[in-house]
């Protein structure tokens, strides 16, 4: 079964406005979690790293202020899409380490949002 | 800079025959190597991994290849089988938590009954 759980799986929003994803570790506990964004037919491209009570990193061209991310627990990290735009439409996917499993990563299912 | 660079972007194979997708990366720190396979509007789910202390390993019919040497790592996948039909990423990072993947672009397999 699903380790890393993800939620909503599909929204769609109002361009303007804003919109939360969850990931949670249903078992484990993740000090670390990431988010990804994955265009059709593309690949997964990190956004940024989520640690546990600290604020996230981001990668290069991924704005902070737009995509706010919030892991206030050790199972649940939140991505938050402010002021979202047709073009943030997308599928956002987030990962979380199980260090007691040899430091594997666990993927979500997923959330599909489209921005209309 | 493509830190991962994979191919072929897509590749058909007959029900039965085996399909090969290479990699090949350029940051020497990176110590960890999966392969992910991912169905449409699914996330990805792990499938197989090696580290650099193996040049091959294998998990039923999955069976990755590594050449430490040359920087490049494959996947294998025997008597390939209509359900494998996927999207193929791998990856590479540094083996330590808390550590990103960086991924490859991905190859669509389609197996052909």
């Known amino acids: 079964g699903a380790v890393v759980s993800q939620h909503p799986s599909r929204v769609i929003c109002k361009s303007g406005t804003s919109v939360k994803i969850e990931c949670r570790s249903l078992d484990f506990q993740a000090t670390t979690m990431f988010w990804y964004r994955q265009f059709p037919k593309q690949s997964l491209m990190l956004m940024a790293t989520?640690?546990?009570?600290?604020?996230?990193?981001?990668e290069q061209g991924v704005e902070k202020d737009k995509f706010l991310i919030n892991h206030a627990s050790l199972t649940l990290s939140t991505l938050t899409v402010t002021s979202a735009h047709p073009e943030d439409s997308s599928f956002y996917i987030c990962?979380?380490?199980?260090?007691?499993?040899?430091?594997?990563?666990?993927f979500g299912e997923g959330s599909w949002l489209t921005v209309v | 800079q493509q830190q991962v660079k994979q191919s072929p972007q897509s590749l058909i194979v007959q029900k039965g025959g085996i399909s090969i997708i290479n990699c090949a990366y350029e940051?020497?720190?990176?110590?960890?190597f999966p392969w992910y396979q991912q169905f449409p509007g699914k996330g990805p789910a792990l499938l197989i991994a090696i580290r650099p202390d193996v040049s091959e390993k294998k998990e039923g019919r999955f069976t990755i290849s590594f050449n430490k040497s040359a920087k490049q790592f494959s996947l294998h996948i025997m008597d390939s089988q209509p359900g494998d039909s996927a999207t193929y990423f791998c990856a590479a990072s540094k083996y330590q938590a808390g550590t990103a993947l960086i991924f490859g672009k991905g190859t669509t397999l389609s197996v052909s009954s």
């Open positions: 990962s979380a380490y199980r260090t007691n499993s040899g430091n594997t990563i666990y």
């Open positions: 940051n020497t720190a990176f110590d960890y």
């Open positions: 989520s640690n546990e009570g600290s604020k996230a990193t981001y």
